[in-house]
């Protein structure tokens, strides 16, 4: 993988993985979050659900960490209209103090594992400390070729039970679970399709060629098997 070619098709993005706002406000309401509360965005991206939190949860204290610097530093600019109330910095979410009333982590909790990321989170939830992630999940049934070469990346993917093993692996329970299926998709995928026919026009080198033809290969596999394609959202806690 190329990173720098990789990070010109993915900078500026509005979000770097499949959500949408009404997905964090079910979390929000799963995890009975209010208030005060202190949340935190583990593995940002460029700050689409740190917006979401911020806005659906107004008076909450929000700190947005991520390993990219330049995502980092594009959530704090769209953030920056909340003021001091959100933070965003380069940092290892497997590392955080915090203590947080809720951990959201989009599609950023396999890099650690989800057992390995949610051991390594509880010491860094309040008491009634939640935390809200989604995971890729098999759905069952028939595995087309587009699937698996969807997946193909990512040998560790399971489905609902495995996750739900991995979960009390951790010591955690969960409760309730929502899929990120079809639209939430488009959310991340139809930008990226613009991006790539942007890059193209104004002329790229082979090495950023590359990577938006692995970008489009990607966006091919998920619309031709789009309806199983999914991610599963667990709102959990410790034991
Ligand atoms: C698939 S993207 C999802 C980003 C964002 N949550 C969203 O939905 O737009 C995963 C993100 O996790 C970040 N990441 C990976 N490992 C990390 C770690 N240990 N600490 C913080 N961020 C991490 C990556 O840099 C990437 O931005």
Known sequence: MDWDAFFTLHDGLPREGPGCPEDVHWAIGVAGTHGEARVCDAGCGP???????????????????????????????????????VKAWQGDMGTLSGPYDLIWCAGALYFLGVTEGLTAMRPMLTRAGRVAFSEPVLLGGKETQAL??????????????????????????????????????????????RRIAELRAEGV??????ALREGEREIANW????????????????E
């Open 148 to 193: 698996r070469d969807f997946w193909e990346e990512y040998p560790g993917i399971t489905d609902r039970a495995g996750i739900e093993r991995r979960i009390s692996a951790a010591g955690y329970r969960t409760f309730d679970t929502r899929l990120i299926v079809g639209a939430p998709w488009e959310a991340y995928y139809l930008p990226m399709e």
């Open 205 to 210: 080198p082979e090495t950023v060629e590359q």
């Open 223 to 238: 619309r031709a098997a789009s309806g199983r394609i999914a991610y599963l959202l667990s709102v959990v806690a410790p």
């Open 47 to 85: 700050g689409a659900d740190t917006e979401t939190l911020a806005e659906a949860l107004p008076d909450a204290w929000i700190d947005a960490v991520d390993l990219h610097g330049p995502f980092a530093a594009a959530t704090a600019a769209r953030c920056a209209r909340f003021g001091p109330r």
